[in-house]
């Protein structure tokens, strides 16, 4: 968050400037840290003016796996920080990268921590992202840090990527097979209708239906296709981006039981993934999981979370004891996070936790692409046998007749 303040030094001399601090409990402690007396302090407005210089542009996966491994190679090396920073300024050929590094290297020749520019851009870098470079920070241990991330992102990445690629070819059928049948009842169909609707031949009732529908998509066409486009665009935007459409859609999902199954498992290895992170990096295991409960993507699974921090951690439970009151968890992830919790390595069983869930999730991803192909088949082949029935029983009782 940026402030804009306006102090006194001890000479008298007014001093006015912009500064980037969390809240304004921390201006004040930089400005006693500068020897300034504050006379007045106001928050800017955060506008992200360097990624909209670059519409279209955006900063991926891969460019935080190269940006965090960079980093971590350079401090392993010996670089300080602003150098490693200097050096991939002159690297990196993407504008919307080069803009973001300039900017943190703004904010570290200013002497602010390294950590806030990434903050000012949620859209981006997640709380997770920006929590373990502020723990990494505060701790001296960057480097670290650094490489963690680096390795959690490329894991990640691999999941998503094997997730996204089984999905392909459904996709791709149903594309197609959307294709062919916009193609047979745009063209094919309305000419043989027209045919037997005006020849004065008796066509049969199921005919006349498939045919009437056919004539009907075709005359209006320019109105009906466009139409069901702005429909979905619709849709899509209420389901994904207000809060009555993703509880529909979580609702939706939980009585799926291939669906939910799937949505949980990658809810819990994200848990895993990201506690066993934020704990390594040394942040206080309250603030870990309050951190989690807003990355993990399942709103079941993060009001759990919150519970187990703020009814049972927060009031002197152990963690072990915490995860055992809280029915969303399967058995045996209480029962390690318990014993692990005591032995005193619970962040190398979450780690073992999700490269497990990893495993599971490619595993029933494939069960369920194998599960909707078929479906999918015998869908399309349904619509598109009935279409040829009826365009095929009134020629065969033509033929028949003659």
């Known amino acids: 968050m940026k402030f804009h303040y306006v102090a006194s030094d001890p000479t008298g001399r007014i001093i006015e400037d912009n500064i980037e601090a969390l809240n304004s409990y921390d201006v004040l402690t930089l400005l006693a840290k500068k020897g300034l007396r504050p006379i007045s302090i106001k928050v800017v407005r955060n506008i992200d003016v360097n990624f909209k210089k670059f519409f279209g542009q955006s900063v991926t996966i891969e460019d935080k796996i190269f940006l965090t491994k960079y980093l971590s190679l350079m401090l392993r090396a010996g670089t300080d920080l602003f150098r490693a920073i200097t050096i991939l300024i002159q690297d990196f050929e993407k504008p919307v990268l080069k803009a973001l590094l300039i900017e943190i290297g703004n904010t570290l020749e200013k002497g602010q921590p390294f950590y806030l520019t990434f903050s000012r851009y949620p859209r981006y870098f997640s709380s997770v992202f920006v929590s373990l470079i502020k723990a990494g920070e505060v701790s001296g241990n960057l480097e670290e840090v650094f490489l963690n991330l680096s390795n959690s992102l490329q894991k990640d990445q691999e ?222 082949g349904v619509i598109i046998g009935t279409i040829a029935l009826a365009v095929i029983v009134p020629v065969y009782q033509l033929v028949g007749g003659m």
């Open 159 to 380: 999941l998503y990527g094997r997730v996204k690629s089984a999905f392909v070819y459904p996709i791709i059928l149903m594309s197609v097979s959307a294709l062919i049948l916009l193609l047979l009842v745009s063209f094919a169909l309305p000419k043989v209708a027209d045919v037997f609707l005006k020849s004065g031949f008796k066509v049969p009732t199921f005919s006349k239906i498939v045919f009437t529908i056919g004539l009907f998509m075709n005359d209006y066409k320019m109105i009906i296709f466009p139409a069901l486009f702005v429909s979905a665009f619709i849709l899509y935007y209420f389901f994904a981006k207000t809060v009555p459409g993703r509880q529909i859609v979580s609702r939706f999902i939980n009585k799926t039981p291939l669906i939910n199954k799937v949505m949980k498992e990658m809810a819990l290895q994200r848990f895993a993934s990201t506690l066993a992170s934020l704990m390594k990096a040394g942040l206080p295991i309250l603030d870990s999981l309050e951190i989690t409960a807003d990355a993990v993507g399942s709103e079941e699974l993060r009001q759990a979370l919150l519970r187990i921090s703020r009814e049972g951690v927060a009031k002197g439970l152990t963690i072990g004891e915490a995860f055992r009151k809280e029915p969303y968890f399967p058995m045996t992830i209480t029962n390690l996070i318990a014993v692990s919790e005591k032995a005193g390595h619970t962040e190398d069983i979450l780690n073992t936790l999700a490269d497990f869930y990893a495993t599971e999730i490619d595993g029933r991803v494939k069960n369920l692409v194998a599960f909707l192909e078929p479906i999918l088949l015998l869908g399309i």
